[in-house]
């Protein structure tokens, strides 16, 4: 039993933002009365928030590596999308060729502010924040005062907001479309995470690492496989898969590899664990500030990208406090303020906690202003309850349950 118990523990520790993001999806299912997920809204979902997903992994390295953030990523997406809507609806560019500039011009920007941070040591707040003002003003000069450029082509927004082709068929089933890539595509992706898994598992064994018990990894693999194979039966049931679903999923998959298995993702995370210990040892710790700015710089472009294809138009707001709803999921997924902890993959729960809040808050109809109340309210309860399960800080005595015994003091 106790074996069952601390194996539960363990668990729970590892896995607590997920535990809160499924929480927080079966409350919203009640208060919505099953509106939540429905096909149409679980595509709607991932459409709507994908921004925020791909600017928080930018937002984790910057956090990862110095405890810093960025307050400028939403002025960039406003910037981004008004370059892009210049380029392809004003001066006639090709769509594709407008995309690689936009992505351009977000490492420029990126570039700009990491000099200043890296190099001159300005404190990140402050650059960024400037950084916040200038391509907000910046989005409006290109706009000329103001004025949205309206209707991308069709060959821009199928990049990001269409579906992705199907190369199987549809299945009727009881008068229902199903869209087979989209249901294949969700067993294949199950598999090969089950094989990774136990390759994984074995390797550390080997290794004489800490390894997953039989029973634990095969409750973890059946678990997380039937949560993918369901979540792709939705969409499946809907439209397919949407398109800017493969761009998170090649941009979290490559960010995983970075911060996982490459030098640099291992500097990163001993930069931010202690920069002059890092930077004793030999590891260049302004070049990877700087990378690390360039590199929000260019999936702040992205972002800003989506949200233009998914606005059908550039517009002078855009973007508009979407540094806050990044940095929240950053934090919601368990990355620390201070630097050197967090994952790619608790940044994406943190993100999708942050949209499934946004998206049932919206449908129940509730207040504007209760909606950020009640967004501030589980920020602070997600990180609360990460930190108290990890064991970091012990509740205050009186908040405990049982007597406390008195710690013994030593005199020397």
């Given amino acids: 039993m106790n074996k069952v118990l601390a194996a539960f523990k363990a668990n729970l520790k590892q896995y607590s933002m997920m535990l809160a993001l499924v929480v927080i999806g079966l409350i919203f299912q009640v208060l919505t009365g099953g509106k939540l997920l429905l096909p149409m809204n679980v595509f709607n979902i991932i459409n709507q928030n994908a921004y925020i997903v791909i600017l928080a992994i930018g937002m984790l390295l910057c956090i990862v590596g110095s405890g810093s953030i960025d307050l400028s990523v939403g002025s960039v997406v406003g910037l981004v999308g008004a370059c892009a809507g210049t380029f392809i609806m004003k001066w006639k560019w090709d769509p ?37 003002l ?170 800003g990208m989506v949200f233009a294809a998914r606005l059908d138009s550039a517009t002078p707001m855009a973007g508009d406090g979407f540094e806050l709803d990044a940095i929240g999921a950053c934090y919601i997924g368990g990355a620390s303020a201070y630097g050197g902890v967090g994952t790619v993959s608790g940044t994406v729960i943190g993100a999708l906690i942050m949209g499934i809040l946004n998206n049932g808050m919206n449908i129940i109809g509730m207040d504007s202003n209760v909606q950020k109340l009640v967004k501030g309210l589980v920020l602070l309860a997600a990180v609360a309850f990460d930190v108290l399960s990890q064991g970091h800080v012990a509740l205050p005595s009186f908040l405990r349950l049982g007597k406390s015994k008195p710690e013994k003091v030593t005199l020397r």
């Fill in 134 to 303: 200038v391509f907000r003003g910046a989005t409006l000069i290109i706009l000329q005062g103001g004025r949205a450029i309206p209707v991308f082509p069709d060959a821009y927004k199928q990049f990001f907001v269409g579906t992705m082709p199907e190369f199987i068929g549809v299945w009727e089933v009881a008068g229902m479309k199903i869209y087979l890539t989209c249901l294949l595509l969700g067993i294949l992706i199950a598999a090969v995470y089950c094989i990774t898994q136990v390759l994984s598992n074995q390797s550390k064994k080997r290794k004489g690492y800490e390894y997953a018990t039989p029973g634990a990894l095969i409750t973890r693999m059946v678990i997380i496989s039937a949560i993918v194979i369901w979540f792709f039966t939705l969409l499946a049931r809907y439209r397919g898969i949407p398109s800017v679903l493969i761009v998170m999923g090649v941009i979290a998959a490559i960010y995983t590899f970075i911060t996982n298995k490459t030098v640099i993702g291992r500097h990163i995370y001993a930069m931010g664990g202690n920069a002059k210990a890092a930077r004793l040892s030999g590891v260049k710790t302004e070049r990877l500030m700087f990378l690390s700015y360039i590199n929000m710089g260019l999936l702040a472009g992205i972002a």
């Fill in 96 to 132: 594709y060729l407008s995309i690689v500039l936009c992505m351009l011009v977000g490492v420029l920007v990126g570039a700009w502010q990491g000099f200043w941070i890296a190099y001159v040591k300005i404190p990140a707040f402050i650059v960024t924040l400037s950084g916040m």
